[in-house]
T-cell receptor, first 116, second 110 residues
Framework: ETGVTQTPRHLVMGMTNKKSLKCEQHLGHNAMYWYKQSAKKPLELMFVYSLEERVENNSVPSRFSPECPNSSHLFLHLHTLQPEDSALYLC???????????????FGPGTRLTVL | GEDVEQSLFLSVREGDSSVINCTYTDSSSTYLYWYKQEPGAGLQLLTYIFSNMDMKQDQRLTVLLNKKDKHLSLRIADTQTGDSAIYFCAESRESNDMRFGAGTRLTVKP
């Protein structure tokens, strides 16, 4: 157990559906991350939040919409996805972005997403 | 080129030692990490080393850092089938989030 939980663990959705992925960290951290992991690109950083503010957005399509209501929770809202969006979506948290060991990321188990 | 590079595959026999290598480009890296990812799971932090150290040992794991060549390695002694996983090298700097390699898939054959 890393202190980072993700729900659901598996999700199958159609291209017209709207769903949300949830991440919760119990570590008292102030930074949270979304990654996409697929066979084509092993670990792609999507979004970074620090103190509930988005600090990095790596050219992610608008069909992915993150939300960070507080420092313990991070959501990824999904709508009109494509089959190529099927992947493992990993959430991580770190103490903050101040550098050094404070940047050490702790990962959740991931949500396996399949888009039909 | 990529910030952190690793070979993609490594195959060893059970009981042998495994050595997974990583190179990085930024000399200002302060901490270097090894993560392990088992099938269907997230990344688990295995160990890390501060950039002013050249070696760190933790039970069967030995991390070697050659800062001059920007080369990091992870040695697993007496490799077991449970060590089969993807191993990610990562680095962090003072003012940035972490950068991960593409991962090395270790296969342990009985």
């Amino acid at each position: 157990e890393t202190g980072v939980t993700q729900t659901p663990r598996h999700l199958v959705m159609g291209m017209t559906n709207k769903k949300s992925l949830k991440c919760e960290q119990h570590l008292g951290h102030n930074a949270m991350y979304w990654y996409k992991q697929s066979a084509k690109k092993p670990l792609e950083l999507m979004f970074v939040y620090s103190l509930e503010e988005r600090v990095e957005n790596n050219s992610v399509p608008s069909r992915f919409s993150p939300e960070c209501p507080n420092s313990s929770h991070l959501f990824l809202h999904l709508h009109t996805l494509q089959p190529e969006d099927s992947a493992l979506y990993l959430c991580a948290s770190s103490q903050d972005l101040a550098g050094g060991l404070r940047n050490t990321q702790y990962f959740g188990p991931g949500t396996r997403l399949t888009v039909l | 080129g990529e910030d952190v590079e690793q070979s993609l595959f490594l195959s060893v026999r059970e009981g042998d030692s495994s050595v997974i290598n990583c190179t990085y480009t930024d000399s200002s890296s302060t901490y270097l990490y090894w993560y392990k990812q088992e099938p269907g799971a997230g990344l688990q932090l295995l160990t890390y080393i501060f950039s002013n150290m050249d070696m760190k040992q933790d039970q069967r794991l030995t991390v070697l850092l050659n800062k001059k060549d920007k080369h990091l390695s992870l040695r697993i002694a007496d490799t077991q089938t449970g060590d089969s996983a993807i191993y990610f090298c990562a680095e962090s700097r003072e003012s940035n989030d972490m950068r991960f390699g593409a991962g090395t898939r270790l296969t342990v054959k009985p």
